[in-house]
């Protein structure tokens, strides 16, 4: 029996899945920040901790497995390889490969073999593959290096405006509310202060704040969840003109919790404009499935085998509660 492991490591999680040869789950794992550019050490410590829980919930060695392959969030480049490369080798699987979690997440959303995936988690991320097996990444590097969104900007942007609003640089905002009640404080003032003198910094779940706001009809926090879009729109027209795919037909898959657990009409609408507008034949595709599910038809694919349809079947059907 051969046996497939995958991993997907991400800004606040990583998941590992083993499998049979049918599709079987037989060891998952999960842990947190997957990402070297976050944290070196603890990103390499929760993939370690996530393949070890899977391995021995499986009761396997990592000999015994076929192929391993990890999708991770921070593959961008040759120098992370450099750093990646060392690190899952110490984890002493004797077939494995390292790939970006574009790649994982592009795999996992759609039957062809090319599309432009976009990536809103943590952070955004956008890169593409042609018809003419042709790559190119676009973004994933930080604010600074031209992005824009994801979880980490999106609460910075929720927290702002309510200091904005409160100092009256900006209109009020049902962002105040929600926010005060959610980090339990009794006023804007009392967040102020706190914030400011511990040095604290809004957590990641703030985000869900901005739907719930813009669900009830809260203009700032629409504006920001456009922002959001029409930036998500402006990498995948970037990538789709720089691999010439305005003429393709290709899905455009949509990745990340912003993406796929946000709700779609205050963000998705937005990016549907741009890629149309440049690429008619494109359609928009919500991932489904959790990108581990990619890591492991492409461990299947890489390890020489051609992916059964009864394995593309069964993995389909994972969800993310499933995975812990």
């Given amino acids: 029996m051969n046996y497939y492991l995958g991993v997907d490591g991400g800004g606040s999680k990583t998941y590992t899945l083993i499998t049979d040869e049918h599709g079987n789950i037989v060891g998952k794992g999960n842990s947190g920040n997957g990402n070297h550019q976050i944290n070196y050490e603890e990103a390499k410590g929760n993939i370690r901790e996530s393949v070890q829980m899977a391995l021995d919930q499986a009761g396997l060695k990592q000999s015994e497995i076929h192929y391993a392959y990890f999708g991770l969030a921070g593959a961008d480049r040759e120098v992370d390889y450099r750093i990646l490369r060392p690190m899952i080798a110490q984890l002493g699987f004797p077939n494995h490969d390292i790939n ?34 042709a790559f190119f990444q676009c973004g994933g590097f930080s604010y600074s290096f031209g992005d824009f969104g994801g979880g980490g900007d999106l609460c910075i942007e929720a927290f702002r405006s309510v200091i904005r609003a409160w100092d009256g640089r900006e209109k009020p905002t049902l962002l105040t509310n ?38 009830q009809g809260d203009e700032v926090a629409a504006a920001i969840l456009r922002m959001q879009g029409e930036e998500l729109g ?4 970037a990538v789709i003109k720089r691999l010439g795919m305005e ?34 034949g494109a359609s928009l595709v919500k991932l489904e499935v959790e990108p581990v599910i990619g890591a492991l038809w492409l461990a299947f694919e890489a390890g020489g085998a051609k992916l059964p349809r009864e394995v593309y079947d069964r993995l389909r059907s994972i969800s993310d509660y499933s995975l812990v």
């Fill in 234 to 237: 402006k990498s995948a027209r």
């Fill in 247 to 280: 003429g393709d037909q290709f899905n455009v898959v949509l990745a990340g919790s912003v993406l796929t657990r946000g709700e779609a009409r205050f963000i998705h609408p937005y990016i549907e404009e741009a890629v149309k507008e440049c690429a008619p």
């Fill in 178 to 215: 929600l926010l005060l009640q959610d980090l339990g404080y009794e006023s804007v003032p009392d967040m102020f202060e706190d914030f400011l003198d511990s040095h604290k910094a809004p957590p990641l779940r703030t985000v869900k704040l901005l739907f719930q706001a813009a669900a």
């Fill in 100 to 133: 970006c979690d574009t790649a994982i997440a592009l795999r996992a959303g759609t039957d062809q073999p090319y599309g432009v995936v976009l990536i809103c988690g943590t952070g955004t991320n956008s890169a593409g593959v042609s018809p003419r097996k």
